[in-house]
């Protein structure tokens, strides 16, 4: 069985959770507990497009937040 987070031709949705980190999800699964919509039902590269127009700083939001308190 192939990986339905890899199969480019099928139908996603953007998610993000509240450390600002990005995931890409199948549309036909549901949407995990702590993660919101951020870009509804796309292709996978429009999803991957919009995650790497925003996504520039990998680390979780309480560690940025953390290093720009010092």
């Not at 507990?33 to 039902?41: F, I, N, S, Y």
Request: hydrophobic share 40%.
């Amino acid at each position: 069985m192939a990986d339905p987070f890899e199969n480019e031709g099928a139908r996603f949705r953007v998610l993000r959770n509240a450390q600002h980190q990005y995931s890409l999800w199948p549309t036909f699964a549901e949407v995990p507990t702590g993660w919101d919509v951020v870009l509804d039902e796309a292709s996978r590269s429009d999803c991957t497009a919009y995650v790497e127009e925003r996504w520039a700083n990998m680390r979780p939001k309480r560690l940025t937040d953390a290093m720009n308190a010092v």
